[in-house]
């Protein structure tokens, strides 16, 4: 067998397999549901939101309808195991399928049904011109279910309204960009993630501040939509939204993936699904540059150098987070390359140690004030002292 016939073959059998395991995903989730029906308990139907955004043509919402939706933890006070019990939480999920949800916004209404995974995704069409609200609120409800309560059958979700002064828009990963997850260690990225939660998770040093900045850009007033595209899968909705509230990191739409054998879910795609992602914002955002962010650990590099060649005169600049800035390490040596494909079609792309030189690239390219790079120097610094009295007390 040669090669080409031996991969071919290779790629067959991968898919076979995975069209099996979905599939049989797909039976165990129907013969749960069955089984509940059966001994009546199926649960009260809950939906749980995903902040949404408004592009001029429509409003665009989406969410899940569960009925175990992800509970508000005691951040301050849960310890290990709780959190375990609440991660774990996150990853049993019990979707409803078949439910009716509609949405209201700004008088305008639409449904949607719930997939065979309990997701629903709405949009509005748009006929009026955006107002100048930066962040304005949809309502969602359960229509026509019969275990649907009035008291929990309800939900309301932020709705990103981009303004029409906004200068760029920005498309920001999640992991080790905004957010320490260790994505390079295995290990330590399962320990942050089942035993910690959405306070004891640490946000990149001075990334807050900056992306403030960047928000506001050189007018001074929030303004540019930031849009979160992780790999991360949708089970962990609640703790990354926690996340950036309670770092006071720019809010905006999380767009993450589901858990799931099929095209573009977790245990298939890899990192691709971002690129999917980015090229819908920047199709639907056609009247705006763009700014990526990402870091050097994984492939963020290679798949924003795609869409620097896919759309050359859309993308203004391109940050690459240094996972190991002390190291000269292979990290390093994948991003050049990418640097130099994304260079050749006329798109910068930069690797940065840290959130003071990214907002020096900034200022250059009239992308942020000058007289704001004190503040991100200093926020820089109180983040990065308060990291590390943090290590040494935890090694002590």
Not at 62 to 85: C, E, F, I, M
Not at 132 to 142: E, P, Q, V
Request: with cysteine; aromatic share 8%.
């Amino acid at each position: 067998m040669n090669d080409h016939a031996e991969s071919k073959w290779r790629t067959s059998f991968r898919d076979w397999l995975t069209r099996t395991a979905s599939s049989a995903d797909d039976a165990a989730d129907a013969g749960i549901r069955k089984l509940r029906r059966r001994y009546g308990r199926e649960g009260v139907p809950k939906i749980q939101p995903y902040m949404g955004y408004a592009s001029a043509d429509a409003i665009h919402l989406h969410g899940r309808v569960l009925t175990n939706p992800p509970l508000d933890p005691n951040y301050k006070s849960d310890r290990w195991w709780q959190n375990l019990n609440n991660t774990v939480g996150r990853f049993v999920s019990d979707e409803v399928p078949g439910v009716k949800v509609e949405a209201t916004f700004d008088g305008l209404e639409a449904t949607a049904t719930t997939d065979a995974e309990g997701y629903f995704h709405i949009k509005i069409p748009r006929t009026a011109k955006p107002d100048d609200a930066f962040w304005d609120m949809a309502r969602l409800r359960i229509v026509d279910h019969p275990k649907a309560r009035h008291a929990t059958d309800r939900a309301t979700c932020g709705v990103l309204t981009t303004p029409p002064d906004a200068k760029f828009a920005i498309i920001s990963d999640v992991d080790d960009t905004i957010l320490h997850t260790g994505a390079t260690d295995i290990a330590k990225m399962a320990k942050l993630t089942f035993f910690g939660n959405a306070r004891t998770r640490a946000p990149l040093d001075g990334v807050a501040k900056l992306y403030e900045e960047l928000q506001r850009g050189i007018d001074g007033e929030p303004a540019n939509p930031i849009f979160y595209v992780s790999s991360s899968p949708w089970n962990l909705y609640d703790l990354l939204e926690d996340f950036l509230e309670l770092n006071a990191i720019p809010r905006g739409p999380l767009l993450l993936r589901d858990l799931g054998f099929d095209d573009n879910k977790l245990l298939k795609s890899g990192h691709d699904h971002k690129l999917d992602k980015s090229r819908r914002l920047i199709e639907t955002f056609d009247q705006l540059p763009f700014l990526l962010f990402g870091d050097s650990g994984q492939e963020d590099a290679r798949l924003y150098a795609e869409a620097a060649k896919e759309f050359p005169n859309r993308i203004a600049g391109i940050f690459i987070r240094d996972v190991d800035p002390s190291l000269e390490s292979e990290h390093d040596e994948k991003v050049d390359q990418y640097v130099r494909k994304a260079a050749a079609v006329g798109v910068p792309m930069y690797l940065v140690t840290d959130s003071v030189q990214a907002a020096e690239i900034a200022i250059e390219h009239g992308w942020l004030s000058p007289k704001v790079l004190d503040q991100i120097i200093e926020a820089t610094k109180r983040d990065r002292e308060r990291t590390e009295s943090k290590s040494e007390s935890e090694s002590s």
